[in-house]
């Protein structure tokens, strides 16, 4: 990260971020939209996160438009980059595999809890 | 630069001794293909006589969590930033394509990943296809008794059967192929007699080349199963790619395959190609490629049931926001 502005130089972006990237890099991109849905497109992906997480006692933040915070109820918090990063750090955090075929999982999400 | 401007990488890929290198000496000697570079790991016995021929051997550095496919190929790395600075000095010609030829063994998962994650490299190069050879003589011993090479028929867009002279008809192995893979084109050669435009032709939509029920009931060892989905509506690309991500964290390795266009609601779909863990960058595309605009998905998996997958979409209606339904599954194969 850079301690002037902040800015992280990351090198790759996840290929589940790359739509939002592609569409910066489009030749008459407009910087403020790409801001904007950036911004969406996160806060939108952590709400649908949490819903997984919440089955495992473990909670994602959304921070400053530049990574993630996982934490579980003990306080313990990982900061990660992206989904493909925030996967292991929850599993590392729970203690457990977070697997999606998990029938468990699926019964707490039809519940809604 | 968008993805058709980079340059193109095809992966050759095969079991030892399945007629790579043949087949390559032979596509490489048309003239169409001069101003292609090649990649091998080995100057084997039969010499390939090509000019813009480079040897990368194998170096692989193994990243965090150390999951096999996640691999960066340093040696590629280096062949491939060498010929992007030849041919901006103008010692090589502008370069069409670059094969990469792998080692018997080899998992392609490991370029692919390199070329998609390299922060100069993928902003030059796409993989395009991912080839491999099949021995008509003797890939049914190879499919029963190694997990390798399903992982490779998997990964291929295109499967190439050599020695068809020798083994004559090969229908047995072509049910084979085409379970374990019914989105791959298969084309037979001998002697590596093939059309460089057909080997080369870019992949069509993903329908299946042949309906994958109609490829026989051979039950093996390999516990490959195909699925094909489809959804009822558009679906969340935030939330579909949540659970594809998730997916993969958990069960990459059993992933062999994914591949589809995703309706996402606007004008054209969503391309999606991955090999286990690692996903090609999913291109939005401008529109369908034919009248169908329906989602359709396929996934080959290694002892994951379509059960399995479709209960987990199902619980994940909510965010995904549409029905999955099961267009087709086989049995293992």
Redesign the interface.
Known sequence: MCVLCGRDFV??A???D??VE?KARAPGADPVEYQRDRRR?RV??AV??N??LRHYGLRVQEWSGSKYLVRDGKGRTELVQD??S???AA?RLAGR?????D?A???A??RGD | MTETAKRPVTIVTGFLGSGKTTLLARVLSEPSMSNTAVLVNEFGKVGLDHHLLRRADERTVLLG?GCVCCTTREDLVGALLELLNEEDRGEIPPLDRVVVETTGLADPAPILFTV??H?VL?HHYRVDLVISTVDAVNGELHLSRNRESSKQIAASDVIVMTKTDVAGAAGGLRDRLYAINPYARVIKASFGEVDPAELLRPPASPTPVRDPLAAGDDRHVSQTHSTSLTFDGAVV???F???????L???GEDVLRVKGLLHVGGEGP?LLNGVQHV????E?LEEWPDADRGTRLVFITRG?RSE??L??L???R??IGAEPRLVEANAPV
């Open positions: 090198s790759r996840h290929w589940t790359r739509h592609d497109d939108y992906r649908i996160v819903k997984v989904l493909g925030l996967w292991p599993q595999p977070l697997d999606p075929l029938p999982l699926h019964a999400l039809v | 969590h998609f994650s922060p993928q690309w935030a939330a790619g949540t659970w594809l991500s998730m997916l964290h958990a069960r969503v996903m090609h960058p999913p939005h994951i399995e997958l209960a987990s199902e619980a994940f909510d965010f």
